[in-house]
């Protein structure tokens, strides 16, 4: 069956609870996943929008979450110990979560929230912090994935 990824604020393929989007409270949902690998060493969790008018916009990244950990609770990303795990620059240019927030009657947007399972406990980002970046860096060590899909429009 594989990894699996869930919300308890919307379920796959619906659409995005106001709150977690720039027009309500712009902050992350909350995620759950199960069925891991045994060998996974850490966690990278990600929100992508692949339907941005200049190409896939990076909304999140979250690396580094401990092996032990299988969900990241609501509002995680203002929230968050800045020592327990690393957040990524998004292409807000801001570090943690920014909701979604397509451009005015541009339809429905897919919010791809994606976990991946890593081979190693950290990764060398080398100071290059971009959601892009990391993303980048951890489809190097990812040994599974799994993804939520939610829509929003404005």
Known sequence: MGMQIQSSAF???DRLPERYSCDGED???PLAWSDAPEDARSFAVFCDDPDAPSGTFHHWAVYDIPKTTHELPENFASNVARSLVLQGTNDFGRTG???ACPPQGHGDHHYHFKVMALDCGHLDTHGRA???DIEAM???HCIAEAELVGTYSR
Do not use: F, I
Request: aromatic share 6%.
């Open 11 to 13: 379920k796959d393929g």
């Open 27 to 29: 902050m992350s949902p």
């Open 97 to 99: 979560y920014g909701g």
């Open 130 to 132: 971009t959601c892009a």
């Open 138 to 140: 951890a489809r190097e």
